[in-house]
């Protein structure tokens, strides 16, 4: 039995590591194909350490280009691939263009595909990350969802054969690097555990629009006078504040350079809250018992909107958001129990025995 894994960006990789391990717990022989759409990943990074993540078996050198251009790509020399190797299965993670390429060669070739990370849905329909996954999800024979809410969106579309709550992979990931997780800055910043929040703001809808992006800051400003702001700060936002000149909004805020994931997760864990526009750190926070200000129109993570743990919120209610009293309590279990990897793993093996 033999599966092929397409990766094209970092998450992907972790994600893979993840199911990598149970697949060999498994005796199922995986190929690893990396598309080169992201090709500055760092193999001696944190976690390919930590994961000890596997060198690629094939590197299809796609890089950048117009959507259309890399997906092309992708499939063109994907395709070569799978046609050499003959898989039983291939695997696709979250919603990139290395996703629909993958998912479409095999869909082509009738070679089942399955997703990881599937019926996440997110609004606006036109946004690239979500022509991916509707795509992916509609020829997908097996589709693991990371959410019951992923499994009643996937039903509304039609979609309900090869559909499974598995739980997200990425807090398998979580409770695999917590043991790791570093408090360097923490212990640096002179700051106190539950008496200070972590922001990241980064997207281009909130900070390339200058009279957005000024509101924005003065909500934070008024919020750094009341609780200390922690703000490792993405070379995009600080690029756009020196060239709008709002560093009088920051006077308060501690600001301070881009951080690696463990001192993050580190400074998250301690914190009181997060204010953030990144998908990824949303969650995280909720691994970690925190509340996440999501400063987006919509989420794909909308189940801990929708269970009032997180907050949506733009640049008229940060503040007001930041500081409404919560009065719910901590959701368990949104995202399974950590076995994440296992259940994909039993699923696969599975439908390759039938």
């Known amino acids: ?83 050499k190797e003959k898989p039983d299965l291939i695997l696709v993670y979250g919603d990139t263009n290395t996703t629909l390429a993958g998912a479409i060669v095999g869909a082509k070739l009738k070679i089942p595909v399955a997703h990881v990370e599937a019926g996440i849905r997110q609004e606006p329909k036109d946004m690239p990350e979500e022509i991916n996954r509707v795509l992916t999800d509609h020829v997908s024979k097996l589709l693991f969802c990371p959410s019951k809410l992923a499994v009643k969106n996937l039903k509304k579309e039609g979609i309900v054969e090869g559909v499974h709550f598995v739980g997200d992979i990425m807090y398998d990931l979580y409770l695999e690097m917590e043991g790791a997780f570093k408090y360097d800055i923490y212990n640096k910043l002179n700051i106190e555990e539950n008496k200070y929040i972590v922001m990241t703001l980064h997207r281009d809808f909130n900070v390339d629009n200058k009279e ?21 700060i993405h070379p995009r936002t600080k690029k756009r504040i020196k060239e709008f000149n709002f560093e009088k909004y920051l006077k308060k805020v501690i600001v301070i350079n881009p951080i690696d994931y463990l001192n993050l997760m580190g400074l998250v864990k301690k914190s009181w809250k997060i204010i953030t526009d990144s998908g990824g750190l949303q969650k995280e926070a909720y691994f970690g018992r925190k509340q996440a200000i999501v400063v987006m129109p919509d989420t794909g993570w909308r189940e801990l909107v929708e269970l009032g743990w997180n907050k949506l919120a733009d640049e008229n209610n940060l503040y007001e958001k930041v500081f409404e009293k919560n009065s719910n309590n901590y959701p368990e279990n949104v995202y399974g129990k950590g076995e994440a990897g296992k259940k994909i793993v039993d699923l696969i093996s599975r439908m390759l025995d039938k």
């Open 212 to 232: 957005k992006f000024e509101k924005i800051l003065m909500q934070i400003e008024k919020i750094s006078k009341e609780i200390p702001i922690v703000f490792p």
């Open 1 to 83: 039995m033999k599966t092929i894994s397409l990766v094209g960006a970092r998450p992907q990789f972790i994600k893979e590591a993840i199911i990598n391990k149970e697949l060999k717990n498994k005796y199922i022989s995986e190929v690893i194909v990396h598309s080169g759409q992201h090709y500055d990943f760092n193999m001696s990074d944190v976690f390919f350490k930590v994961l000890n993540i596997k060198k690629p078996d094939y590197f299809l050198n796609v890089g950048s280009g117009f959507h259309g251009e890399m997906t092309g790509k992708i499939m063109i020399e994907f395709e070569k691939v799978i046609l």
